[in-house]
């Protein structure tokens, strides 16, 4: 990587990568695997529990290995530039309409 990139390194950042900085691409399949492995372990997640590589299981080490790459090559870039409105309302599961109408159930009228 010849240009430094900029901001501060966070802890979760992959191996010579700073916050703010897309290089992710750069990084070696090796380096990334590490970086997957290491944060998944932190979230508990084993994947040597999976068959290193078997077509005819439902998933692998190697395919989820693969994907996790794929993922952090092309998406993560994109969810930096994102920037949230504090105004904005955020969208629910449910239509604003049935959210307010207080249909807990819980003495809720109707009858």
């Known amino acids: 990587m010849d240009s430094a990139p900029s901001g501060p390194t966070r802890p979760h950042d992959p191996p010579g990568l700073r916050s703010g900085a897309t ?36 998933t692998d080490q190697a395919r989820v290995l693969q994907s996790a790459r794929r993922f952090l090559r092309t998406t993560p870039h994109v969810i930096h530039g994102f920037e949230m409105d504090p105004q904005e309302v955020v969208p629910g599961m449910y239509p604003i309409g049935l959210r307010e109408s207080g249909t807990s159930g819980a003495g809720g009228g109707g009858g």
């Open 23 to 58: 290089q992710v691409r750069d990084l070696t399949d090796e380096e990334l695997d590490a970086y997957i492995l290491t944060r998944l372990a932190a979230l508990g997640v084993d994947l040597s529990v999976l068959p290193a590589a078997d077509e005819s299981a439902p």
